[in-house]
């Protein structure tokens, strides 16, 4: 978590203590010998076997940004995770207000650009970079939506999701009180704060206004200055059975921490903090300012 002052160095997008920070930001952290190895990632490297890495471009010692590590989700390798400023933002995977994670294909809007369908309204968790729910059993349909009614049907827009209850004979009310433990352990720790784990997101994070960030793509997707068109960020009800909460010292989607926060540890334990001067480690991802292992398989 971190103090408006120390968020000055980052750009405007949404109103919070005049500042904003991108999705895996959190405030800086000195590069000092408290922990083994040097730098050298902006999605994700610290070198801990301690040998001092081959600048990329720039130094966090040299007063610039630390050079960048590309990350993996899965095997692959997606825009926000390849260390190339994609939409020419000046703002790359990790530090860019667009990422979500290692697994989000789309630099440019809030969608990952990769799908979480199984099949016809159901979802599996949106932030892995998987579809279909064999690996981490998370179970939800857009059907469990109560928002889900005519003319537009949100959050997917599609009448044949139209609000039911018992959706294809899915307990609703119970998979959005409790998730299975498969999908919590699996799901949750890429999930960023203030998001739940089927891309419901409260948006700016605190504003109790959820907005799906699954539809479209790019411009034509969610965008942090469109959370009021219905059709790119349609409202959403979050599952609270596999949810981000968004606490008032957290670094959230679209939000700084409050105000009188003062820096410290906001992460779960064993987690590492992070920012632009503090990279995670080899395989891990700057999610909502905390170090996330990348999903791997």
Request: charged share 15%; proline share 10%.
């Amino acid at each position: 978590m971190v103090s408006c002052g120390a968020l000055a160095w980052l750009a405007q997008v949404f109103a919070g203590c005049g500042q904003t920070v991108p999705v895996g930001v959190d405030d800086p952290l000195p590069s000092s010998g408290s922990g083994s190895g040097s730098l050298s990632g902006a999605g994700g490297a610290l070198n801990v076997g301690g040998e001092a890495p081959t600048p990329v471009g720039g130094s966090a010692a040299s007063g610039g940004e630390a050079p960048c590590q590309p990350t993996e989700c899965r095997g692959k390798l997606y825009e926000c995770g390849n260390c190339t400023d994609d939409d020419e933002d000046g703002q790359t995977d990790a530090l860019d207000p667009a990422c979500l994670g290692p697994c989000d294909d789309d630099e440019t809007g809030l969608s990952t650009g990769l799908s979480s369908t199984s099949a016809a309204c159901k979802k599996d968790c949106y932030f892995d970079g998987d579809a279909g729910p064999g690996n981490d059993r998370c179970e939800w349909s857009h059907q469990c939506d109560p928002l889900s009614v005519a003319p537009s049907y949100p959050p997917s827009g599609d009448m044949r999701c139209a609000y039911e209850p018992l959706a294809g004979g899915l307990n609703c009310e119970q998979l959005r009180q409790e998730q299975p433990t498969a999908c919590v352990d699996a799901c949750l720790p890429v999930v960023p704060n203030g998001c739940d784990c089927f891309g419901c997101c409260e948006l700016p994070g605190g504003s109790g206004n959820f907005h799906y960030v699954g539809v479209g793509r790019g411009s034509a997707g969610c965008q942090p200055d469109a959370l009021n068109d219905p059709q790119a960020c349609p409202p959403c009800t979050p599952v609270e059975g596999c949810f981000n909460d968004c606490k008032p010292c957290e670094a959230c989607v679209g939000r700084a921490p409050e105000a009188s926060c003062q820096p410290g540890n906001s992460c779960e334990a064993g987690q590492q903090r992070c920012g632009a001067d503090a990279p995670c480690g080899l395989g891990f991802y700057c999610i909502t300012g905390c170090c996330v292992r990348a999903p791997v398989r």
